[in-house]
């Protein structure tokens, strides 16, 4: 099949990968046929460095979408391609936020490195799936530049507290997003996963091609919304299968295959 006309991105957590954080065979090998017929096929995750690059590197070797839309990183070539950073403004909310709610934690990332000012029981768990060392320090000791992006992490119900806090009060010059049920991100002003998406798209001079867009929670809505064809799967949050144009079977059950059956036969 010739797929050299598309250029596709998933996100992984929810989509590409099971609850477990597997990659499914099914889909492994529906990847390696859509690459084959000439696809390009990235990833296009909230996760940063430290924590996309054992997955993406397993199945892509072009350069991908981290940190929700705020970078596009070569794994192949260990290089950022591009990035956009968060405004100083915005540094003084991570403590703002962090002292006004009890038990909730923080991640700062940086390029290579995650900050946590605040710690908590998600949070440790968080790290522990992840197998990610990170750099506990306060946040007057964390380096003023380079931030490109933090979020909060706790127990959905403290999260939803965080969410209106910020929605309701001077939180401005950035770009505020829900990741998941246990985590609130902040990002540089303009920066989402489909504007990630278009950084990748110029870096490879794929413009003319047919674009598609994997997701299965509220940061993936714009590159959803925007992409020729978006897709969702079945266990998606129902806001996002709402914005999509296809809704396959769940992130379980071989999603992503099936989204490249359903691209083969158009």
């Not at 990847?31 to 390009?40: N, P, Q, S, V």
């Not at 992130?251 to 999603?255: A, I, P, V």
């Given at each position: 099949m010739d797929f050299s006309n598309v250029i596709f991105v998933s996100d992984l957590d929810g989509t590409l990968l099971t609850d477990d954080k597997r990659l499914l065979e099914c889909d492994l090998k529906a990847?390696?046929?859509?690459?084959?017929?000439?696809?390009?096929f990235a990833a296009a995750t909230g996760r940063g460095y430290s924590m996309a690059k054992r997955v993406v590197e397993l199945i892509t070797d072009v350069p991908s979408v981290i940190f929700n839309g705020a970078a596009v990183y070569d794994f192949k070539k260990n290089e950022f391609l591009w990035k956009s950073e968060i405004d100083s403004c915005a540094y003084e909310y991570v403590?703002?936020?962090?002292?006004?709610?009890?038990?909730?934690?923080?991640?700062v990332l940086c390029e290579k490195t995650v900050y946590v000012p605040y710690l908590n029981e998600v949070e440790q768990t968080h790290l522990d799936w992840e197998q990610v060392q990170a750099d506990f320090r306060s946040t007057d000791k964390i380096p003023k530049n380079g931030w490109l992006k933090f979020l909060f992490s706790g127990e959905p119900e403290l999260i939803d507290k965080v969410e209106s806090y910020v929605k309701s009060g001077d939180f401005g010059g950035v770009n505020w997003v829900r990741s998941g049920p246990l985590f609130f991100e902040c990002l540089p002003k303009g920066v989402d996963k489909w504007s990630g998406f278009c950084e990748l798209i110029r870096i490879l001079n794929a413009e003319n091609r047919f674009t598609v867009a994997a997701g299965d929670y509220r940061n993936d809505t714009a590159m959803i919304k925007n992409a020729n064809l978006g897709c969702a799967p079945n266990n998606a949050n129902e806001s996002v299968k709402e914005a999509a144009d296809l809704v396959v079977c769940d992130?379980?059950?071989?999603?992503i295959s099936e989204i490249i059956d359903y691209i083969e036969r158009l």
């Open positions: 990847l390696e046929r859509f690459r084959a017929g000439g696809g390009i403590d703002r936020i962090g002292k006004a709610f009890e038990n909730i934690a923080v991640e992130n379980n059950s071989g999603s």
